[in-house]
């Protein structure tokens, strides 16, 4: 049996063909509806047109930002997209406002761009990047079940 592309696997599992370096079907980095959940402050959620459903909160998206400052910085503090930083422990927990953006827009018919409350706005999150940082069990699931090479 030979799996071509993405398999559409109705309810339970998802396609696990999906590594980076693979491009995803074209139906699967499609959104068919986008929701900025700005006033609940809740995060972005996207129908994708395979039927897939993907949210990110802001917090997540904020620490993901695909710009090339922060993907640098991220790979300076060896973090994966979306992982907050370790704050030092001695610190007094301080009030940190949430993390929001005051507006976002669409940017061509491939992406999305937030302008965030701390002034940054340089990330621009394609869909294929929001497609392969799908924060849904199934997928971080699958994301986390990475090829161990050879077997000790
Ligand atoms: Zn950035
Ligand atoms: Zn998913």
Redesign the pocket.
Known sequence: MSHEGIRIVDKGQQAREDQDDQPLARIAVTPEKVRVLLTEGRGLEIDWADGHRSAWNFAWL?EA???????E?RKAEGRKPGQLKSRPAELLPMYTPPVKPASAHAVGRYAIQFNWLDG????IYSWDYLRRSCQCPECTFAADEEPTGAPN
Do not use: I
Not at 65 to 71: E, I
Not at 120 to 123: A, K, Q
């Open positions: 904020r930002c695909p710009c090339a400052t922060c993907v910085q940054h706005s340089g990330g």
